[in-house]
C-alpha cells in the first residue's frame, strides 16, 4: 500500500512544524510517499516494517491466516489469526485460573453504533450466550455488549446469526474506527436526534470494506438483513461520501479499502457524538469527539469538533500517558464528512506505526500541538476550521431510573454493575430482562457506564415493569449506592490476557469499604466518580474518574487522583503498590484533608486536582488514623 502524499498538508506545515515534528520514523508511518517534510524524515536510518504492519499486508485484506487456522480441529488459532481475528470482533482468551493445557475460548463483541439494541437481537444474544457461551453477557464501556466463552467451532454460528440479523462484530475490534458511542440518553429533542443519527453515520463511514468478513462467516454470501443503522442512515448516501476525492490525500489508490488500505490505521480509532452539555459518554477520552450544535429552532448547524484523547498507557514508561481531548473548532454541517475523514486520514498516514504504545492518535496531536495538528487536518479536508461554538457547561449524568423522554413515552435506566448480566442465586437480571423485552418488545440503549436503557415505554406499563424487575431480585435505582451507580470496571482476571489483577469481582467490595469508611468519617452523603482496572490499558477509562485503581501487580494498585465529575481532564498518579487490604488506611488520611480543607460544595476531584499530590502527600504522612470526621 501506498499512503496518500498529501504534499499540500506537509508543505503547508513545514515552516511552522519542523522544530515540534520530530523528523524521525518514530512519530510518521514508513510507509508514507515523498514529501519535503518527508524528505527529513527520510534522512533518519530506514526501519523494517514492524511484525504487525506487515501481517496486516499479508493478510490479503483481513483473510489470511485466519481462514486456514478456523479450518483445524485445533481448539485454539495461532498468534497471527488471533491479531486478524480482532478485526472481526473475536478475542481469543484463556482461563488463567485453570491448571493445566491451555482451555481456550473466544470473547465476541457486538458493533451497536450509538449502542442500539433492537429487541430481536437482544433476544438472539440471549439465546447465544446461553447455547454456545458461558450463560452471561457483559455490558462494554464503548456501548455494546460482549459474550464469553464461546469455543472456536461455534465461533461461526454465532456470528453469522449475530450478521443475518442485522447486526454485525466488524470492526468491534482492531486497528480501525471501533464502535461510535453517544449519549444513551434516547431524548426525542432534534439535538439528540442528530446525535444518534450521526453515530450512525460515522460507524458506517469508517467500516471496513473488506469481503472477507462475508466470506469467512457467511461462506460468501450476502447477510439476511441489511445492518439496522445502515438502513437508518441510507438517505445520506454514506458510500458516496465515502468514496468522494478532493484530490487532497484522503482517498488512497486501493480498490478493496480506500480509507484505510491494507495496513489499516496504526492503531484503534474511537469516535463519540453527544450534545452540548451532556457529557455522560466520557467525550474527551475519544480520537474524535462531535458535539451537534444546532441554532434556536433546533435546526442542525454542525459541530464542534475535538481530538486526541485516550486512555492507554504502560507503567513505568513516561512515553505512554493518558490524554483528554483537544479543541480543534466548530465545523459546518455540509464539511463534516470531509474533516472526519481527513482527522482519519492524518493518522492513517502520520501516526506512529513504528512503536505500538506510541500508536494512537492522542501522541500524534500532542507531538504536533492543537493548532499544528489543524493545520494538517485543513489541508487534506481543504476547509478552514472555524473557532469552537460556545456551549453549554458539561454535566455528568447516567440517565438511570424514570425519565420522560418527550413524545409521550418513557425510558428507563437499569444500572448494571460493572456491565455482567447474569443469573445468580435471587439475583435474576439476565432472566428480567429478558422477560421484559419479551412481554413488551422493548427497544434498549446500552450505556456509557455498562448499563441499560429501555426506551419508547408506554406509561401504562411502568408498574408492570417495575413488577418484573422487583420479581427478579433487581433492586430498585434509589436503593443503588450512588457510588456504586458511578463506578465502571473492567473484567480483568480470569479471562483477559493483560490483567496483572482484579477488577470486576472485585470492585463491589471496593465500593462497600469505601461507603464504610465514608460513613465512618460522616462523609455518607459524599459521591466519588471511582473507576478500576486490572492493568494499565485503560478499558474502564479510570484516568477520568476522580479516584482510580489501576493494577500493577497481585492484589495491587496505583492510586489515581483528581479526575473531573464532569469527566473534562485526567487524573493524576498518586501513589503506586497499593495493596489490596490496604484501602481504607490509604483513603482516611485523603479524605480527612478533604474535609477539612475542602471549598464549599467542593467535589472531591476538583479538591484532589486543586491541591495536587505533594501537599496531599505531606498531610498523609504526619496523619494519625483515626483522628477527623466531618
Known sequence: MKFSSNGLALLALIGSTADAFTPS???????????????????????????????????????DPLNDQLATEEIGISKDAYQILKYHGSYQQNNREKKGPK????????????????????????????????GDLRATTRQCFQMHGILKGD????????????????????????????TPAPFTSSDYEYAREYSKCFGQLFRPMSAAFSEIWLDGEKAASVETWAKEVEHH?????????????????????????????????????????????????????????????????????????????????????????????????????????????????????????????????HTLGIEKFTKLVESYCGVEI????????????????????????????????????????????????RVLVDKYNLHSILS???????????PKDKEGIEQVLREHGIKPIEEVD????????????????LAQT??????????????????????DDEEILMRMTGCPNGCARPYMAELAFVGDGPKSYQLWLGGSPVLTRTAYPFMSKMNAEALEETMEPILAMFIQQRQEFEAFGDFCHRLGSDAIQAYTETYTLGSVKA
Open 155 to 182: 465461533l461461526k454460528t454465532v456470528i453469522s446469526s449475530i450478521m443475518n440479523i442485522g447486526s454485525s462484530t466488524v470492526g468491534a475490534c482492531g486497528d480501525v474506527s471501533r464502535n461510535v458511542m453517544t
Open 25 to 63: 520514523s518514530s512519530v510518521v508511518g514508513p510507509r508514507q510517499a515523498s514529501s519535503k517534510l518527508f524528505v527529513q524524515m527520510e534522512a533518519a536510518p530506514a526501519k523494517a516494517l514492524p511484525k504487525i504492519e506487515k501481517l496486516k499486508i499479508a493478510s490479503n485484506y483481513l483473510r
Open 502 to 523: 482484579e477488577a470486576e469481582r472485585i470492585m463491589p467490595s471496593y465500593i462497600e469499604r469505601m461507603r464504610a469508611l465514608l460513613t465512618k468519617m460522616n462523609l
Open 237 to 365: 448516501n454514506i458510500d458516496e461520501k465515502m468514496l468522494h476525492d478532493n484530490g487532497r490525500g484522503i482517498i488512497i489508490k486501493d480498490a478493496t479499502e480506500p480509507i484505510y488500505g491494507d495496513q489499516y490505521l496504526p492503531r484503534k480509532f474511537k469516535i463519540g457524538v453527544t450534545v452540548p452539555g451532556d457529557n455522560s459518554l466520557d467525550i474527551y477520552t475519544n480520537d474524535i469527539g462531535v458535539v451537534v450544535i444546532t441554532n434556536d429552532a433546533g435546526e442542525l448547524e454542525g459541530f464542534n469538533v475535538m481530538v486526541g484523547g485516550g486512555m492507554g498507557r504502560l507503567h513505568n514508561k513516561e512515553t505512554t500517558f493518558a490524554r483528554a481531548a483537544d479543541h480543534m473548532g466548530f465545523v459546518p454541517k455540509e464539511h463534516i464528512w470531509e474533516v472526519m475523514k481527513a482527522i482519519l486520514a492524518a493518522q492513517r498516514d502520520h501516526g506512529n506505526r513504528d512503536v505500538r504504545a506510541n500508536a494512537r492518535m492522542k501522541y500524534l496531536v
Open 482 to 497: 450512588p457510588n456504586a451507580r458511578l463506578a465502571m470496571a473492567c473484567p480483568a482476571l480470569p479471562l483477559c490476557g
Open 103 to 134: 482451555d481456550y475460548q473466544f470473547m465476541l463483541r457486538l458493533k451497536q453504533p450509538a449502542g442500539e439494541l433492537p429487541p430481536d437481537l437482544y433476544r438472539l444474544l440471549d439465546d447465544l450466550s446461553r447455547n454456545h457461551g458461558q
Open 448 to 458: 456509557p457506564t455498562q448499563s441499560i436503557i429501555f426506551r419508547d415505554i408506554d
Open 386 to 433: 472555524q473557532p469552537w461554538r460556545a456551549m453549554a457547561d458539561w454535566k455528568y449524568n447516567d440517565w438511570m431510573g424514570w425519565w420522560d423522554q418527550g413524545d409521550g413515552k418513557l425510558f428507563y435506566g437499569q444500572h448494571i454493575d460493572n456491565g455482567r448480566v447474569k443469573d445468580e442465586g435471587d439475583f435474576r437480571l439476565k432472566s428480567a430482562l
